[in-house]
């Protein structure tokens, strides 16, 4: 069986057609989303309905809590108020928020495979490819394999269980790369095969349309993207 994990989109639809255009030639059995799909980019709804309409499995991610006005584990209050502003700038459907709210916070699949956002327990936090041991203890025992994605770096570590957590780097914002990364996995049984793949997108579409749209976080999303 062969999954492809495409995860935090951020908005970014040229990343994102480009990645769409690579899993074309993979010959995927399914379509994993890690979450995150509008928040931040010019292209938040567009990008919510191609993946929704492409029925891919999806769960929920931070920032598709946030997109719908709704700032929860966000303490101060002026961040509050920046992410209120930037959800209303995206300006979702209701019927999209409905959908995101509805998204569940993990997907088991065949073979042991466990998808989500953050971690098994909360799509709000995660920890970094270099985290002390005690940091990726959610994980233990979840399944043989957990994806995750919400730190938009591409890796894998072995938990001292035995458990393999793989992050699939992130198609719209990546901070490992200038391209866009998503996963491809094969299972077989019980062994896998993780292929990290890398895809070029129009970098400069996608920074012009950004600080085109007056969005209040637009700073941001350049900042993350690596522009100036």
Same mark, same amino acid.
């Given at each position: 069986?062969?999954?492809?994990?495409?995860?935090?989109?951020?908005?970014?639809?040229?990343?994102?057609?480009?990645?769409?255009?690579?899993?074309?030639?993979?010959?995927?059995?399914?379509?994993?989303?890690?979450?995150?799909?509008?928040?931040?980019?010019?292209?938040?709804?567009?990008?919510?309905?191609?993946?929704?309409?492409?029925?891919?499995?999806? &769960?929920?991610?931070?920032?598709?809590?946030?997109?719908?006005?709704?700032?929860?584990?966000?303490?101060?209050?002026?961040?509050?108020?920046?992410?209120?502003?930037?959800?209303?700038?995206?300006?979702?459907?209701?019927?999209?928020?409905?959908?995101?709210?509805?998204?569940?916070?993990?997907?088991?699949?065949?073979?042991?495979?466990?998808? &989500?956002?953050?971690?098994?327990?909360?799509?709000?936090?995660?920890?970094?490819?270099?985290?002390?041991?005690?940091?990726?203890?959610?994980?233990?025992?979840?399944?043989?394999? &957990?994806?995750?994605?919400?730190?938009?770096?591409?890796?894998?570590?072995?938990?001292?269980?035995?458990?393999?957590?793989?992050?699939?780097?992130?198609?719209?914002?990546?901070?490992?790369?200038?391209?866009?990364?998503?996963?491809?996995?094969?299972?077989?049984?019980?062994?896998?095969?993780?292929?990290?793949?890398?895809?070029?997108?129009?970098?400069?579409?996608?920074?012009?349309?950004?600080?085109?749209?007056?969005?209040?976080?637009?700073?941001?999303?350049?900042?993350?993207?690596?522009?100036?």
């Amino acid at each position: 069986m062969r999954v492809a994990i495409v995860s935090d989109i951020h908005g970014n639809l040229p990343a994102l057609e480009a990645v769409i255009g690579d899993l074309s030639k993979q010959g995927a059995d399914e379509i994993w989303c890690g979450g995150d799909i509008g928040w931040g980019g010019p292209w938040a709804s567009e990008c919510i309905q191609i993946v929704r309409e492409a029925g891919w499995t999806t &769960v929920r991610g931070n920032t598709d809590v946030w997109i719908t006005g709704d700032p929860q584990t966000v303490d101060d209050e002026g961040d509050r108020e920046l992410l209120r502003a930037t959800a209303q700038a995206h300006a979702i459907t209701p019927e999209d928020a409905r959908w995101l709210m509805n998204l569940p916070i993990g997907h088991t699949g065949p073979g042991s495979m466990l998808l &989500v956002h953050g971690t098994p327990d909360s799509p709000f936090e995660a920890p970094l490819p270099d985290a002390p041991v005690r940091d990726f203890r959610p994980y233990e025992s979840k399944a043989a394999i &957990v994806f995750y994605g919400h730190v938009h770096l591409a890796f894998t570590r072995r938990l001292q269980d035995g458990t393999l957590v793989c992050n699939s780097g992130s198609v719209g914002l990546p901070a490992d790369a200038p391209s866009a990364s998503y996963l491809i996995v094969d299972q077989r049984g019980s062994d896998y095969s993780l292929v990290h793949r890398r895809v070029g997108f129009d970098r400069s579409k996608v920074t012009d349309a950004a600080r085109a749209s007056g969005n209040p976080f637009s700073e941001r999303f350049l900042q993350l993207l690596g522009e100036p």
